[in-house]
């Protein structure tokens, strides 16, 4: 192997004195090289645009809710501190507004601060007199259902023992007879049977009655009059029927019949009567009892204070009354138009007494010393950029030689055709101008891509491609050309290159052979 290598470099040397004699001999005169030297140092790769000063920020801004203005602070020029009061709307309406809701919130906060104290003794002691009342109230509802039914029983025992029974035969056995014949059969039939009916109801009735005092239930007695007053109300209107059907004859006087007809009519208005009675003596003792249920209730919900469901109930009513303040006072402040920055106002669109819309703009307000850079670069040589990149910035206004230091801060993902040619928007963030640089301005802008601190580099020209291989050719002792493969790392703004690995620093590099 070694042979090898001892074997190529005489090789290469009689190649670079045969390339050598054959120049001589044909140039007559040795050949000239245009050299360059490698050499350590820094490199930077560059990407140089031109832009204008923005300011960093500037904001349009507008009332939330349209108005009347009442009133303007700024005019174009001055200067705003964040917070400032720009503009006001007329509020009037809105003032009332509040003023009413908060005091809802005392109305609800005072129900509230009721409800967590509880009753009064003057409120316990008034609701135990009703209470009272409602019972009293109750037991003289009762004893008149009592008198009542007991008086339902009379006027039907009445109507039918003694008005009904006169012209009957056995009326109180089980084979009741009319004394009369009826052309009607089917009548006479009803009558019969329903006076039998009729009779054992009256007795049962009587002896139920008997057991009604003032600490039963009514409900049951109610029911049983009910249903006998049905059955006596059936009998007499079946018994009014046959008797407004007899004629005078032998047997039966004109005047005869017109008395059990006064008689049955008579006895079919107390029935009727009987049946109000009863219905109207159950309706005030059901209401009574009621009264009395919801007295009871009443005294015990005071003395064992507001549910823990009532609290949560108006303490919704309180937090809801609270809600509507909050509310209206933040439609008060949307009548006032703030500076939301520092800055300067260089647009104002609106007078006193003017009606602005909502979310129209009315001011502008850019910041005063705050500012960025703005350009576009091509698309060829925005992948080399990144976030965070330094530049270096000249302004136009100040020369060439007055320096400003900038940083990437972004870049926008859309592009922008500029004559024919994609760019997109880069955005740098002037470190120390001092407050010298102004809006608009134009700016001259070296963007630091890369950077390699003490590295090798050659001009960039002395690269050829061979075979796919970067190739330089090295001036070596006596004249000797040598081409060496190199590895290039980092390709620098001014035309050099970064050589890592093939040739050292110091070495001649043969940049042209003329």
Known sequence: MKRYWIYMAIFAATLALVIGGFLYFRTGSAPQYDLAVAKRGDILQEVSVTGSIKPNRSVDLAFEQGGRVSAIKVAIGDRARAGDILAVLY?????????????????????????????????????????????????????????????????????????????????????????????????????????????SALNSWSISLDKLVAESDPEIYVNEAKQNLDKVKLLLDRTALAVNSLTASANFSQTKIDGWRSDVSTGRTNAN??????????????????????????????????????????RALFDRAEAAVRNIRVALGKTVLYSPIDGVVTER????????????????IISESDFVLEANVPEVDIAKIKIGNAAVVTLDAYGSEELFNATVVKMDPGELVIDGVPTYKVTLNLVDSNGRAKPGMSANIDIITARKEQTTSIPYRALIIKNGDKIVRVLREGGVIEEVTVEIGLRGSDGSVEIIRGIKEGDSIVVFIK
């Open 273 to 314: 009567t009987a049946i109000n009675n009863v219905s109207t003596a159950e309706d005030k003792w059901r209401t009574a009892e009621s009264a009395k249920a919801v007295a009871d209730q009443e005294l015990a919900l005071l003395k064992a204070g507001a549910t823990e469901e009532k609290l949560r109930a108006q």
């Open 91 to 199: 509020s009037n309406d809105i003032s009332a507004q509040l003023s009413e809701a908060e005091a809802e919130v005392k109305v609800e906060q005072a129900k509230l601060d009721e409800l967590l104290r509880g009753a009064r003794p003057e409120e316990l002691k008034l609701q135990e007199i009703k209470t009272n009342n409602s019972a009293i109230s109750l037991g003289e509802a009762k004893k008149n259902l009592r008198d009542n039914l007991h008086d339902a029983y009379t006027k039907s025992d009445d109507a039918v023992r003694n008005r009904v029974d006169q012209f009957m035969s056995n009326p109180r056995s089980n084979n009741p007879q009319l004394n009369f014949s009826l052309a009607d059969a089917q009548l006479e039939n009803d009558i019969e049977w329903q006076r039998g009916v009729v009779e």
């Open 349 to 364: 669109q609106v007078e006193v007494g003017e009606m602005v819309a909502s979310n129209s703009a009315v001011f502008k």
